[in-house]
């Protein structure tokens, strides 16, 4: 069966999703949220009778049956995204794009007729961006193909899933430094940084980004790399998807895959602020091979555990392993140590690792979807440790809720702040909250995540990233992108001046 993120959550702790696809900002999930504006809300646009709807019959002559309105056999599927929150969101129409010309096409007929527009790739946005209510959902899922050349840079179409992309690269020998989940599309986790399980030794997946096609919204094709359109390319690695344009293809700079040595680690409930407190401390220290995410389940108490990837054999992620127990001063219940193929890991730290590909694989045909129900929210931790004794603290007596710290430094602090448009360079680690629930415990599963995520502000932690957006998040321009802000209003008033992809939560709106 295919994995869920509640599956890797439970049985690996291999954690932390990444977004949509080339569409909103990513981190890309709509829908109401009690005691919050609605996130259905695109920006205000001319809706009177200026506005005539689009030529959905030219689209059509285009696209066939690949062009599925309301009523279509298809659209119910077509429609929805990963988080079943948002499954009230009924777009205008799904168009399922083959090709940059497919895009080109739709903007040409969309754009200007007052609905939003917004591009889809895996589909997992937190808050249904990529799929808006009323509007034209660009899908990009047929434009999946990889290609390795000789050179080891890979071309990879923007609808590609990261378990296609770590398939095709493994079969070339070759890998990209991305994230866990295996249906996460590879845009929306590029176009918002791209946190990983090996990013401390490779960088953040947009720090291999060569080059990207880009559709803007006068439906001009331009390549953004750094010898054309530098601005826009600066942009595109940590400015969230859709807020400059819909990429269509990326070029990746690839490394060699060697073997790695996955992890997972078990401590005693109650030892929250001991593991964390020497985590902290271990990972900061720790060569830039080694990443581990420390993942605390709430309880009372709550509950510690480590998972993570090594770049090397499984004797020296012994001996750093050794070295945290020691400093925790806590046993682990469990402990699971294994040599891996790049590929054999990633399918681990997907939570799918007895599975065939195509198991691991998303399964959108027929009605049957890898889907999950869940709230989530962010912070960035800064360069220095957080109270551990306070985050055991908040954590307790929260069942249901998981705190996911997903380690950074090494190679991602190698660069400046303001490098690429991803401004957490000095971070010690993203974290997430996250909780499943149903509609019904909707109200009641937010204000909890919301509060945890506010008090790791007061301790410290006050960035956020755009991957996991939040709708609730104060001042969440400045959380999102810092001092990169100011530039990033100006790369998205020139490529997109009439705000044909603007949203609630776009650059423009900060």
Known sequence: MTVDRRRFLATLGAGGAAVLAGAGPAAAWGGLTAGRPSVTAWPQRARGGAHLPPDWRKLRARLGSRLLLPGDPGYNVARLGYNKLNDGQRPAAVARCASAADVQACLDVARGHGLPIAARSGGHSYLGYSVPNGGLVVDLRLMSQVHVRPDGTATVGAGARLIEVYAALA?????????????????????????????????????????????????????????????????????????????????????????????????????????????QEWIARAPFEMWASCQISGGSPSTPRLVGCYVGDRAGADRLLDRLVSAAGVRPVSRSVEPKSYLGAMKYMAGCSNDTLAQCRPITEGGRLPRESFVAVSRMLGPRPLDAGRVAELMHGHTGVDLLLDSLGGAVGQLAPGATAFPHRSSLASAQVYASTTPSGRQAATRTVDSIRDALARLGATGAYVNYIDAGLPDWGHAYYGSNLPRLKQVAHHYDPDQVFAFRQSVTRA
């Open 171 to 279: 079969g070339a020998g070759r890998l990209l430094p991305a994230g866990s989940c295996p249906t996460v599309g590879v845009s929306g986790l590029t176009l918002g940084g791209g946190i990983g399980v090996l990013a401390r030794k490779y960088g953040l997946t947009c720090d291999r980004l060569a080059a990207a096609e880009v559709v803007t919204a006068d439906a001009r094709v331009l390549t953004a790399s750094p010898a054309s359109e530098s601005d826009l390319y600066w942009a595109l690695r940590g400015g969230g998807g859709g807020n400059f344009g819909i990429v269509s293809q990326f070029t990746f700079r690839t490394a060699p895959a060697p073997g790695l040595t996955v992890f997972s680690l078990h401590f005693p409930s109650g030892s929250t602020a001991a593991v964390l407190g020497a985590w």
